[in-house]
């Protein structure tokens, strides 16, 4: 998974592992079309990969403030 992550994210994109299979991926300044986009093309991603998954992908949008 984390393979695919690496190829597949934006320069300045980032992700960690939650748990053994939940990632938190970060994707500054995506609008949330963009991060949809970006969740479909990882979901088929690992379809082509792994030929099956029961991958959930879905994102939340959370805006960055300054402190």
Request: charged share 20%; net charge neutral.
């Amino acid at each position: 998974v984390e393979e695919v992550l690496l190829h597949k994210l934006r320069a300045g994109d980032s992700f960690t592992r939650l748990n053994k299979g939940t990632f938190l991926i970060m994707l500054p300044g995506a609008s949330a079309e963009n991060a949809e986009n970006a969740m479909k093309r990882l979901h088929t991603e690992f379809l082509n990969i792994y030929h099956q998954t029961t991958a959930v992908l879905s994102h939340k949008d959370y805006p960055l403030h300054s402190a």
